[in-house]
């Protein structure tokens, strides 16, 4: 019979592992065996601890969400300029998405939640995501000025957080089109500042074509 601290132990083990196969293959696609291949632990310990694939699934979610709001970076100071705010988090989404190795799957599996989704999905939106984005609304509608369309704002913001993603879903496509570029955390100041950039620009562009729509009405 184990002991509890080897009880724990096995557990920590088997959620660090759950989390680095759903994170590189998916809920659909993680098997319990390979699961318990890396952690080096027995299929009965999943069924002890967690139940099934699905209870492990959400307890990796919750165990994820604990560590990302951990490190979260404090948002900045209200009272800086925005196009510094929009660098800021531009630069903390790219290093959630972009970090290697442990424990950067955390980053990754919230990442992939977004494209295949589970029932998990909603949790992940209203305890993790909901806030983030809408500090990025209000970077965006301040960036736009008074009485920008709620339109604009959003598809703006939805603009921002393409970009940052495009660097993560498509580097199997950016290693073999540019093999030659690399593509992770070492790179992010230099996305992060390109990223920024262009958004600034779009964002100025929807800004100065309201502000001439309004003079020829």
């Known amino acids: 019979m184990p002991s ?9 083990r088997l959620l660090e592992a ?16 390979a699961i318990c291949l890396r952690a080096g632990a027995n299929i009965a310990a999943v069924h002890y601890h967690f139940g099934d694939k699905e209870r492990l699934y959400r307890a990796v979610i919750d165990y994820a969400g604990q560590f990302i709001a951990h490190r979260e970076v404090p ?6 300029p925005a196009e510094a705010r929009l660098r800021d988090h531009v630069e903390s989404f790219l290093l959630h998405l972009l970090d290697e190795g442990r424990p950067a ?9 977004m494209f295949e989704p589970t029932g998990a999905l909603d949790v992940i939106v209203q305890q993790h995501i909901r806030g983030t984005h809408q500090r990025l609304r209000d970077i965006v509608a301040a960036l736009l000025g008074p009485g920008a369309p709620d339109e604009d704002v959003r598809r703006c913001a939805y603009s921002v957080v393409g970009q940052c993603l495009f660097y993560r879903h498509s580097q199997a496509v950016i290693a073999r089109l540019t093999p030659e570029v690399q593509i ?9 500042e ?5 958004s600034l620009a ?5 800004r100065a074509a309201r502000s001439t729509a309004k003079e020829s009405a």
Do not use: C, K, N, Y
């Open 4 to 12: 509890p601290a080897q009880s724990a132990e096995t557990r920590h």
């Open 18 to 33: 759950a989390g680095e196969v759903f994170a590189e293959q998916g809920f659909r696609s993680a098997t319990i065996q």
């Open 75 to 80: 948002p900045p100071d209200a009272a800086a």
């Open 105 to 113: 799957w955390h980053g990754r599996l919230m990442a992939r939640e």
């Open 184 to 192: 992770g955390r070492a790179q992010v100041p230099t996305l992060a």
């Open 194 to 198: 390109h990223v920024t950039r262009f």
């Open 202 to 206: 779009g964002i100025a562009a929807l």
